[in-house]
């Protein structure tokens, strides 16, 4: 199963001279950041309520997390994570810094609701984002996106990968079947 999933996220991204990345839920998994030490020498990662009032809050926060290619943290996401919506990945070009993808993506935390009140928009979790994105006009999509290349999920079955590319006028989703 492992081989498949790895394998496809590969294609998408490193094979296309691409940098993978996932956002972690904290909320989801248990034992971030404590395992990205446990299973990466020197983990390229941000919390993305790094410096924020939420700041405190690292057992729900979501973690931005560069990954490479042989990566053990990415053999534990895919072994243990699998189907359990644990977070989405994304690509972004190879001159893209993390700095940058954490400053966009901590930019889309929050929304305002339709009374003013401002709320915490969980886009980081695949079934919010698998909603969330057909529904989005073409400056959502340029806002959303910013210097990301594609966003990656796994769709509600975890049977297929979903990803997720801007056009530049509509969002346009490729399923890609996995062998389980």
């Not at 700041?55 to 072994?79: C, F, G, K, R």
């Amino acid at each position: 199963m492992i081989q498949s999933l790895r394998e496809t996220l590969y294609q998408l991204s490193f094979a296309q001279d691409k940098q993978l990345y996932v956002v972690l839920d904290a909320a989801r998994v248990e034992e971030i950041p404590a395992q990205l030490f446990e299973l990466e020498e020197e983990p390229e990662y941000f919390s993305l309520f790094f410096e924020t009032p939420q700041e405190e809050m690292i057992d729900v926060a979501p973690y931005l997390v560069e990954l490479e290619p042989n990566s053990e943290l990415l053999t534990w996401i895919l072994n243990e994570g699998w189907g359990q919506s644990w977070g989405i990945f994304l690509t972004a070009a190879e001159n893209v810094e993390l700095e940058e993808l954490f400053e966009h993506l901590r930019s889309l935390l929050k929304v305002t609701d339709p009374e003013g009140e401002e709320l915490f928009f969980r886009f980081y979790d695949p079934r919010v984002l698998r909603i969330f994105l057909p529904t989005c006009n073409a400056q959502e999509l340029y806002q959303f996106f910013g210097p990301i290349i594609s966003y990656i999920a796994e769709d509600d079955k975890a049977e297929k990968f979903l990803q997720f590319t801007n056009s530049g006028q509509s969002i346009e989703v490729e399923e890609i079947s996995v062998f389980l």
